[in-house]
């Protein structure tokens, strides 16, 4: 049998090259498609020698052409760090917009399936704790994270009409937070922010008065919830994530404690609309998919911490 292609938008970001990776230990082709903006090639540089990989640089706002079949089209291109996306608040909406329907038509021409990597932050500051699939959330479409938020809530709408309307055959995975290695030391998130300030020696910035929630899903369990998926037929989304749920102050000195640092936490002004809770209900991912974390936050930030020491060198 013909090996199955893949296409992978995003495919040199922290989690579309993770993606590639596990794709092409599947057996599959891939193509990697992706602008750059915030994916970094050392990411797939690895892949790069490999015959069934292949890598062009292309911005997926724009028509894009594949010649011969595809099986499977993932679409994970997007800024996704808060400091990213308000960064490049227009690519983030361009690409949650004008970028998805071009990758659905992409997955229509090829008669594939078609996954969307959308996100927690469709449930926004919740009113519903923990967040299950059923919830609407509580976005401010005007605020800084709208621009984010709304991309991805539009993608869902968007994936969900090339559903009903052509008959595509999609999935919808909601992405909780997720750390890791190739995570950016300076992509602005609190988990690569505190190890880099701490094994710097420097302040720990803990946001707000550190109350807030966040539960962190190691990158290895969220790639195998999402390759579960693919191969399901669930066509409604489903919330991947890790429910072990810690305040980021507790998770701050989480870090100084593995770390051995001497570093202090001081308070900083807590960003508009964040969250002030956040857990993934995964009642569906376990029932669908026979999929729960595995990777303990201590073994997920030990991994991580090696990561980040080998790369600072
Ligand atoms: N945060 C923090 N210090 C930092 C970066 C983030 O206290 O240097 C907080 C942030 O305000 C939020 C939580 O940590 O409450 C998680 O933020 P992150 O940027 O990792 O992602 P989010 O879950 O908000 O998308």
């Not at 590639?20 to 903006?37: A, P, T």
């Not at 997955?107 to 469709?122: C, D, I, P, R």
């Not at 302040?203 to 290895?220: A, L, M, N, P």
Request: aromatic share 8%; glycine share 8%; charged share 25%.
């Amino acid at each position: 049998m013909k090996a199955k292609s893949a296409v992978v938008t995003g495919g040199a970001g922290f989690l579309g090259s993770h993606l590639c990776d596990k794709l092409i230990s599947e057996g599959m082709r891939v193509i990697c498609l992706d602008n750059l903006l915030t994916g970094r090639v050392e990411n797939i540089q690895h892949l790069i020698p490999n015959e069934n990989f292949q890598f062009i640089k292309f911005d997926v706002t724009n028509y894009i052409h594949v010649p011969g079949k595809v099986d499977y089209v993932l679409h994970f291109a997007s800024p996704a760090s808060p400091i990213d996306y308000l960064k490049y608040p227009i690519q983030t909406l361009k690409v949650g917009s004008l970028g998805t329907h071009k990758v659905l038509g992409l997955a229509k021409e090829k008669n594939a399936t078609f996954l969307l990597a959308s996100t927690s932050e469709v449930y926004g500051d919740p009113l519903i704790h923990p967040q299950s699939e059923e919830y609407w959330g509580n976005v401010n479409p005007v605020g800084p994270r709208g621009v984010y938020d709304e991309a991805k809530r539009f993608a869902e709408a968007l994936t969900m009409a090339y559903h009903r309307y052509h008959g595509l055959d999609t999935r919808i995975v909601r992405i909780f937070n997720t750390y890791g290695t190739r995570m950016r030391i300076d992509d602005g998130r609190a988990l690569p922010a505190f190890i880099s300030q701490a094994l710097h020696g420097d302040d720990i910035t803990v946001f707000g008065d550190g109350s807030q929630t966040r539960s962190f899903c190691y990158v290895g369990d969220l790639i195998d919830g999402i390759f579960k998926l693919l191969l399901s037929n669930e066509v409604m989304p489903v919330n991947i994530g890790n429910p072990n749920e810690i305040t980021i102050e507790e998770f701050a000195l989480e870090v100084i404690r593995l770390t051995n640092s001497k570093s202090k936490i001081v308070h900083q002004e807590l960003p508009v609309d964040d969250p002030k809770v956040r857990q993934p209900d995964i009642s569906r991912a376990r029932e669908i998919l026979g999929w729960e974390p595995k990777v303990s936050r201590e073994e997920g930030l030990k991994r991580t911490l090696e990561y980040f020491k080998k790369s600072q060198k």
